[in-house]
């Protein structure tokens, strides 16, 4: 039986730990492991600050509607906004270094994106003149991970 739940936040930053323990909450009752709820985590993290710094350009000037939804498959999370539109082919890839431990070559830009597509397993963005911006991640669960 599929299962799901709905909060909504004033776009800012110290209102991120709500959302993130709001997702981890639907991710643990999913069964994800410890390393998945942190990455889930992560994930949300890095959206939640991406919506604020660029589509609200950091200023409280609306919400961030987020769902999430558990399946025999699947944990989807969604974020919505009104925020300024977003289109993600606009930004570039970030360039990581090849030793992933070298963290003075990493570079600060662009990474929320990468590391999102990289901590989850599906990461979809749209826009719509009505619903505005939009962010779907999927993680898949595994068969002993079903409840």
């Known amino acids: 039986m599929a299962q799901s739940s709905e909060f909504t936040i004033p776009g800012r930053l110290e209102r991120i730990g709500d959302a993130c323990a709001f997702v ?3 991710a643990e009752i999913a069964g994800f492991t410890i390393d998945e709820l942190f990455r889930i985590e992560l994930a949300c993290d890095e959206a939640c ?52 431990g ?3 070559g990493l570079k600060i830009g662009g990474l929320g994106i990468y590391f999102m597509r990289n901590l989850m397993d599906e990461v979809q ?9 939009t962010l779907i991640m999927v993680k898949y669960r595994s068969s002993n991970e079903r409840k």
Do not use: C, K, Q
């Open 102 to 104: 070298d963290l003075n």
């Open 24 to 26: 981890v909450s639907g």
């Open 49 to 100: 600050t991406n919506i604020i710094e660029h589509a609200y350009d950091g200023d409280n000037v609306g919400d961030i509607r987020i769902s999430w939804r558990i399946d025999d498959r699947s944990f989807t999370i969604t974020m919505s906004d009104d925020g300024r539109p977003f289109d993600p082919d606009e930004v570039p890839p970030p360039e990581v270094p090849e030793d992933p």
């Open 125 to 133: 963005f749209s826009r719509d003149d009505h619903r505005g911006n």
